[in-house]
């Protein structure tokens, strides 16, 4: 996946023209997925290998962890650029994060 983030980040860079702190953003973010995946006996699976069911057990964590619905939301839309973008490139079928919704934002009443 490593390989995958890379040359997902030059794409932002070259061909978006994304400023270094979107980059930087995106990094963060793809890095804290890996580390959810990663496991003590092997890497981080390779995007084809990545599930729908692994991202939600990802989103899961994270709410778990106490992280805000609005970073819940941008990682998701990171990884939702990602994996599309790793689609269009071939690296992976279809787009696991596709089908994920942003949590819902709460309302502070009147």
């Known amino acids: 996946m490593q390989a995958a983030t890379a040359r997902f980040l030059r794409y932002l860079r070259v061909e978006r023209n994304a400023s270094e702190l979107t980059i930087k953003s995106y990094r963060e973010d ?20 990545i599930s729908t069911l692994d991202l939600r057990g990802y989103v899961s964590a994270m709410t778990e962890a106490g992280y805000a619905k609005t970073t819940i939301s941008r990682r998701l839309a990171s990884l939702r650029s990602f994996f599309r973008f790793a689609q269009r490139e071939g690296l992976c079928r279809s787009n696991p994060a596709k089908p994920l919704r942003n949590p819902r934002r709460s309302r502070k009443l009147p």
């Open 30 to 49: 793809l890095e804290a997925l890996q580390e959810y995946l990663a496991d003590e006996d092997e890497p981080c699976p390779l995007p084809s290998e």
